[in-house]
């Protein structure tokens, strides 16, 4: 056995792709590096049965190699559920580079790397992520048609961010009416945790409805303006988790859902933009499910961004944008719907209908 020889804590440098946590039979991991501009990133394409594997890059000062890698492996993994049970025909991809994107980032990287994309003859499609700007993405664009969110003056479909928070809006709808009955959001009190691109979004559209908006973040200034403009009440306490509340909305970090959160949570209703709420997707799922609180599954009502940018490939326009936004009201209602019929948890559900839509297409393809 190899763990008589040699110490299990290392054996993550012993199969340093396939063997990663993060590994999920994805398709091809590209590693790219050029000297000359200090590029180093990783493309991480999951799967390509639906359509070309597109997701955004993000770029990140990672604390090493191997954090860089399985950040790539479970993005671009998450990016293929996202769009499968979106409806779109694209697969999942994602890529990172390695860096710090205020002091590293320059066009003659942003270049190489587009150059990297390009190579793959269009098996991955970026896009923006954590670190990029629509700027870059004009110049990854200058070398492969390969990008999307590229600048509206170039045929972009610009910033993504309100549509996301829109989809947000409608998930978290979808799961009020599942869970009180009604989908009308007065009076609800709803707790939006970042309010940044998105969050500031979904705080207009929860004003506008009438619901007590409370928020926070660790941007003061943000704070202020947010609660000036929409009239939301900035939370000033410590323990956000363990506040009354009728509906929690992640919209900064992902793990937020874990042993600690669940324990004290009082809402009712799970429903944020952050990608990877939950911190253990089936325990922290199946702890959610035990306690009767409706969690509309990120990847899901998150997935207006990346509607956004398909119509971009797809030509069509802000009109069917918005209906298919719209539609991630239908697709909660329906994943919770499933999720009662068969005892699983609404974010197995969602992996489940998005797994099967893989699959059919799969045998298709092979018939
Ligand atoms: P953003 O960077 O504009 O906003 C994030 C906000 O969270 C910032 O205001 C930041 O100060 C705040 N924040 C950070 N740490 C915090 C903490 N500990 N507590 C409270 N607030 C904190 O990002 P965004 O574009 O609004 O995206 C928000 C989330 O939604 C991210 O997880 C992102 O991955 C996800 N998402 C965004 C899109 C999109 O279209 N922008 C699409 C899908 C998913």
Same mark, same amino acid.
């Given at each position: ?17 396939? +063997? ?31 359509? $070309? ?17 399985? @950040?790539?492996?479970?993005? %671009? ?5 996202? %769009? ?8 999942? +991809? ?19 790397? &587009?150059?990297?994309?390009? %190579? ?24 492969? $048609? ?14 993504? #961010? ?47 409805? &009438? ?19 929409? +009239? ?6 410590? *323990? ?14 992902? =793990? ?6 669940? #324990? ?7 429903? &944020? ?6 911190? *253990? ?12 609180? =409706?969690?509309?599954? @990120? ?39 499933? %999720? ?5 948890? #609404? ?21």
């Amino acid at each position: 056995m190899v763990s008589d020889v040699i110490n299990t804590s290392e054996l993550h440098k012993i199969d340093p792709v396939f +063997g990663q946590l993060s590994f999920d039979n994805h398709e091809q991991v590209v590693f790219c590096n050029d000297k000359d501009t200090g590029l180093k990133a990783i493309i991480g394409i999951h799967n390509t049965v639906l359509g $070309p594997a597109l997701g955004g890059t993000r770029m990140w000062q990672y604390t090493n190699e191997w954090e860089a890698l399985n @950040d790539v492996l479970r993005l %671009s993994r998450g990016m293929t559920f996202k %769009s499968a049970i979106t409806g779109l025909n694209l697969g999942g +991809g994602k890529a990172v580079i390695i860096g710090d994107a205020k002091t590293q980032k320059t066009p003659a990287l942003m270049r190489k790397f &587009g150059e990297f994309v390009h %190579s793959l003859s269009g098996r991955y499609i970026t896009a923006e992520d954590v670190g990029m700007e629509t700027s870059d993405m004009d110049i990854v664009r200058d070398v492969t $048609p390969y990008v999307t969110g590229i600048s509206e003056s170039r045929g972009g479909a610009g910033n993504p #961010s309100p549509i996301t928070a829109y989809g947000v809006f409608m998930g978290m709808k979808a799961a009020a009416r599942y869970k009180f009955g009604s989908d009308v959001l007065e009076d609800k009190t709803v707790y939006v945790q970042g309010i940044g691109h998105v969050g500031e979004a979904l705080v207009e559209h929860l004003s506008n409805e &009438g619901a007590n908006v409370v928020i926070a973040d660790i941007n003061e200034e943000r704070l202020q303006a947010v609660s000036k403009a929409y +009239g939301a009440t900035i939370y000033r306490g410590s *323990d956000i988790y363990a506040e009354e509340m009728d509906i929690y909305a992640p919209c900064a970090l992902g =793990a937020t859902i874990n042993d600690d959160s669940i #324990s004290k949570l009082k809402a009712q209703v799970i429903a &944020g933009a952050a990608n990877n709420q939950l911190k *253990d997707e089936i325990k922290h799922g199946a702890m959610l499910r035990d306690r009767g609180i =409706a969690y509309a599954p @990120d990847f899901l009502i998150n997935a207006g961004g990346i509607i956004n940018v398909y119509a971009e490939l797809e030509g069509y326009g802000k009109a069917e944008i918005m209906r298919k936004t719209e539609n991630i009201y239908n697709t909660t209602l329906e994943i919770f719907k499933h %999720s009662d019929e068969n005892d699983l948890t #609404s974010h197995y559900s969602a992996l489940r209908i998005a797994v099967d839509r893989i699959e059919a297409r799969k045998k298709e393809a092979n018939k």
